[in-house]
């Protein structure tokens, strides 16, 4: 089940594809309001130039995307893609979310739920968010198998979830495998969020090392992790570029097709 759809007055589109144009301030005030009113269902999108490509392709992604309170640029390539289409679009990726969320909803008794990765890293990414956040309050923590769990087992989650009486559950299992968890446990996990991130958990854990903040500040994140995965981000990166191709023809020739109307 997907929730409702962002407030329109924040959003701008590329190629029919959401993206909140709104501050980290405000996505924290909305993330804090929704928690103190106890409002359960709402989600955020990470949203890459991948998953953009996606969403052209996969009308369920794009559901997800819509549905979500919040769709977070994720990566230059969404920058670039704005660009043709006359946004400047400022980026809010999911581990630097996830960091401001731990230190913001310290004070606020945040309850976090850490649920993805592999086995022992949502544990290990706990231990460590803790030693940067003391007072983080995370209630609990689950590693799915890699393979499709039986209805009974997902039950048995669900129910292992609620009982914890999370504010936001963290949701780390790649793109389009965790939004479409997410879409799918919406009106059986009783949290105000769900957030899927999806490499936050390797990051914060230190399973694989993130960019240097400087190479981040750059915007080459992306050429970092190519060096560390070349086999797995070559063809994620291709398809991002297509992306950004397809924004761009279709951003530089509005003006020619609203001549025509």
Known sequence: MISAPMATS???????????????????????????????????????????????????????IRGAEFSLCDGVGVIAAGYFWGLKINRYNGPILQLDCSDYGQARG??????????????LMATKL?????ELNVVGTYCPPFREMSTEEDESVVAKINATRPDIVWVGL???????????????INAPWMVPVGASFDYHSGAIPWA??????????????????????????????????????????????????
Request: charged share 25%; hydrophobic share 45%; glycine share 6%.
């Open 174 to 188: 790649g793109l389009l495998k965790q939004e479409a968890w997410v879409a799918n446990h919406l009106d059986r």
């Open 130 to 134: 803790k030693e940067q956040f003391p």
């Open 110 to 123: 945040w309850r976090h739920f850490f649920y993805g990765g592999k086995e022992g890293v949502a544990d």
């Open 10 to 64: 924040n959003i701008k589109y590329i190629l029919g594809i959401p993206i909140s144009m709104v501050s980290h301030e405000h996505v924290l005030a909305e993330i804090d309001r929704r928690i103190k009113e106890k409002c359960p269902g709402g989600s955020i999108c990470i949203t890459n130039t991948e998953s953009m490509y996606h969403a052209l392709r996969r009308p369920e992604h794009m559901a997800y």
């Open 212 to 261: 240097p903040k400087w190479i981040r500040s750059l915007g080459l994140e992306w050429v970092f992790r190519l060096i560390l995965q070349p086999k797995l981000r070559a063809r994620r990166y291709w398809w991002s570029l297509i992306f950004v191709i397809e924004a761009a023809l279709a951003g530089m020739l509005r003006p020619i097709k609203a001549v025509f109307k």
